[in-house]
């Protein structure tokens, strides 16, 4: 048997009505987030939706639940609105997509992000440090 108002309703109507709510003028207010009282106003307001989509207890933290309901925590979602506006006030270009969701079969792999550069020559570097005790001659002593 279900019961209330399902996931992807309820994140639509979060998405589409109560953060525009929520974030409405945020570039000149959001300094006030810095105050743990209204982070915590906003936080409150987050958790109460995400307990009704996640179908969670109460007693279940709020970072939890936005992990079980896939929502970003409002406050970062709060300050990453109002570095956007910044971002497109300098530019001047109001069109311009800064950022955009990327399905998770699309993600970049982490192992193709890095580039690991191997120094050939001791000279260049000042400290050698052998993790594996290969290099050990003598017992470590602290004094």
């Known amino acids: 048997m279900t019961w209330g108002i399902k996931h992807k309703a309820m994140a639509t109507i979060y998405k589409g009505a109560i953060l525009p709510l929520l974030s409405y003028g945020v570039p000149i207010w959001i300094g006030a987030m810095n105050y743990e009282h209204n982070r ?3 936080i409150r307001v987050q958790r109460l939706i995400n307990i009704s989509m996640a179908k969670a207890y109460r007693t279940t933290s709020s970072e939890a639940l936005c ?11 709060l300050e990453e609105l ?4 910044k971002a497109k006030e300098r530019t001047g270009n ?3 997509e800064l950022d955009h969701e990327v399905e998770f079969k699309n993600w970049p792999h982490p192992a193709d992000a890095v580039t690991i550069e191997e120094v050939l ?3 260049d570097a000042t400290i050698s440090a052998y993790t594996d005790g290969s290099k050990q001659d003598k017992e470590w002593d602290p004094e």
């Open 82 to 85: 109002a570095q956007r506006y």
């Open 67 to 77: 992990m079980l309901t896939g929502m970003t925590p409002i406050i970062i979602k």
């Open 121 to 123: 020559s001791e000279e």
């Open 94 to 96: 109001w069109k311009i």
């Open 40 to 42: 915590k106003m906003y």
